[in-house]
């Protein structure tokens, strides 16, 4: 099958590389055009694992091309697939100037039948404003092609994006023709071989499905995180809180880890649309809105700590961070809970010296150089002279620890764990100040 891919970002990235190396024949389209360049010359603009060697050999065998020619995109396949970024707008709704362009762009190219696919994240009623977009291109052009819109919402997660688009649980496709249904078919058989994973659904229900996903996952977030701050104020521990409610299989292990919030290019982003998206149709939607503004909260809670530690006073302290990426096993720093915290270190006249396994160089673009910032080759580096050490993401190279060695190369025998990686008894003992999440000690 011939499939056109617009936006080479994680998740069109991950869905091109994936089609091709099951068969299909792909063309990724992006406006970016040094992000086109790089790819192809083999370089992996974003880091996620496994993809290297998926682009590469696919690049070889002739079946994943790129290009920024619109026409060419176009022309190529009988699916369209949408998957650029939908950002928030500054009132919390998606932004939907790329996807209502990409839309224009197949409207003023196309010269047989279309389907075009949204896999973006993008609000219930969209696909109509996808279908209005390119029929008006095509008015304007004096031409009447026919095509249709499909809403296939996309729900890998970074970090682990090539087995969950390969693995996933389900594939949703919101469409009411019969034509769709077949080329879709198609298009996913290869991963509709273990079992039937395709959902059909009508396209409004297939858009708030993805939303619905991320706000419940979310919920759980914040729910956890909430339980945690009670605990540290009640004296009790979240992680044997969290033991004891996860082996509930109605409630489960997954998802319920307390931290410093969640952040990441779609929770913070999608919870707010969909908040966003009920205010529209009148409706106040009070769950969402607490999980939103819980999180908020919970990511300035490591300064809280941090500045405590110091009677609210981090002027000239040196900070040592670990971990900058809003998860682990990715360069992604999207709103990430590091971003909050280095923020205020530096509001408050502190400074920070950070290492991450695979976000520096995404560090750096964002932040350039400054005084207040050292980005450093490794988590050793990072601790040597600083006044006290916060941890920001749970990657496993922070997993184990020589405290005693901490604690002599700490100016400041203090550790603020965003994650709550280790036992706050073998911290204890080392002689160290340990402050995690809901975990009975607070400040
Ligand atoms: P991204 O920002 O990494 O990539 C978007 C890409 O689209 C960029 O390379 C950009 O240059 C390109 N682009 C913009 N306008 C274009 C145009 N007119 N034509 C062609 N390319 C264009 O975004 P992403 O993280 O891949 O997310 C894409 C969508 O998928 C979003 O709606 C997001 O919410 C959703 N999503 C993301 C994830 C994730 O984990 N990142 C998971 C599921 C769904």
Redesign the pocket.
Known sequence: MKITI?????????TGTCLADVGHDVLC????AD?IARLRDGEI??YEPGIESMVKSNVANGRLQFTTD?AE?VAFGTLQF??????PDEDGS?DLQ??L??AD?IGRHMNEYKVVVD????PVGTADRVHAAVANALEARGETIDFDVCSN??????GA?IEDFTYGARIVVGTDSERVKELMRECYSPYNRLHEKLMYMDVRSAELT?YAA?AMLATKISFMNEIANLAERLGADVEQVRHGIGSDPRIGYQFIYPGCGYG???FP??VQALARSAADVDYQAELLNAVESVNRRQKKNLFTKLSQVFDGDLTGKTIALWGLSFKPN?D?M?DAPSRTLMEAVWNAGGRVQAFDPQAMKECRRIYGERDDLTLVADRIQAVKGADALVICTEWKDFRTVDFEWLKSNLATPVIVDGRNLYDPQTVKRAGLLYYAMGRGDSL
Do not use: H, Q, W
């Not at 617009?6 to 991950?14: A, H, R």
């Not at 389209?29 to 970016?32: E, K």
């Not at 949408?82 to 950002?87: E, F, K, S």
């Open positions: 617009f936006g080479t970002g994680y998740v069109g990235l991950v389209m992006d406006v970016d992000k603009p974003i619109p995109a949408i998957a650029v970024g939908t950002p998606a790329y996807v362009a990409v762009t896999k973006s994240t993008v919402p996309e729900f890998l997660k970074e994006a993805k991320n990441g290019s779609c982003k999608d990715t992604d999207r």
